[in-house]
């Protein structure tokens, strides 16, 4: 099994609905975040969390909401899913006993289209 | 300035020749470095950690010039699977990374 599991790996949904996505990973670690990436302009921070108390916004946080269910868990919600919010969505995770020395560890993606 | 700039390519080279990527950052407080590979629409996957010395991981090399504020990989006896996306990433405030756009590598035959 890979180390972080997101589900599902393509959804298509329409204007409006509300969607979910998951993540889970078994890395044991504390840190979790959720990334966006558009052609041209690379992966870019939504939502952070470095333990199930902590969220933190990244900086294109408007239209989303995240919830961290367990250590294990991070979840990215669309409460009314737009079409420019049609990309590749990755979730890594990190572990903070190593600062940031050891880079994230990435989900395979989620390919989101919105019509 | 981009927090992270790298120029997007693509680079198309021969198997067997060396290439070079450089990257720049603009937060001089930066500590931590590392190259990203990134295959069509695929996750990115560590390549390697840059570190202030210098490192070399086989045909991979990776330098650092905070001086300058730039990181570079060089990859030699380019391979076919070598072809992918570079991805230049930084750390920000101790608390995450900043990813650059990638430079796109094409090794042909």
């Known amino acids: 099994d890979a180390d972080v599991t997101q589900t599902p790996r393509n959804r298509i949904t329409k204007t409006g609905k509300r969607i979910m996505l998951e993540c889970s990973q078994t890395k044991g670690h504390d840190r979790m975040y959720w990334y966006r990436q558009d052609p041209g302009l690379g992966l870019r921070l939504i939502y952070y969390?470095?333990?199930?108390?902590?969220?933190n916004k990244g900086e294109i946080s408007d239209g989303y909401s995240v919830s961290r269910q367990a250590q294990a868990k991070f979840s990215l919600s669309l409460e009314s899913a737009i079409p420019n919010q049609t990309a590749l969505y990755f979730c890594a995770t990190s572990d903070s006993s190593g600062g940031q020395a050891y880079g994230y560890t990435f989900g395979s993606g989620t390919r989101l289209t919105v019509v | 300035r981009k927090e992270v700039e790298q120029d997007p390519g693509p680079f198309n080279v021969p198997e067997g020749a060396t290439v070079a990527f450089n990257c720049t950052y603009s937060?001089?407080?930066?500590?931590?470095f590392f190259w990203y590979r990134q295959d069509c629409r695929k996750e990115p996957k560590l390549l390697m950690s840059v570190y202030s010395s210098g490192n070399e991981d086989g045909r991979f090399t990776a330098q650092l010039n905070r001086a300058s504020q730039y990181i570079s990989l060089l990859i030699r006896d380019s391979k076919l699977s070598d072809s992918a996306t570079y991805l230049c990433?930084?750390?920000?405030?101790?608390?995450?990374?900043?990813f650059g756009t990638g430079t796109r590598l094409q090794v042909f035959p």
């Open positions: 969390s470095f333990d199930v108390k902590d969220i």
């Open positions: 990433v930084v750390n920000w405030n101790t608390d995450k990374l900043i």
């Open positions: 937060n001089s407080a930066s500590q931590s």
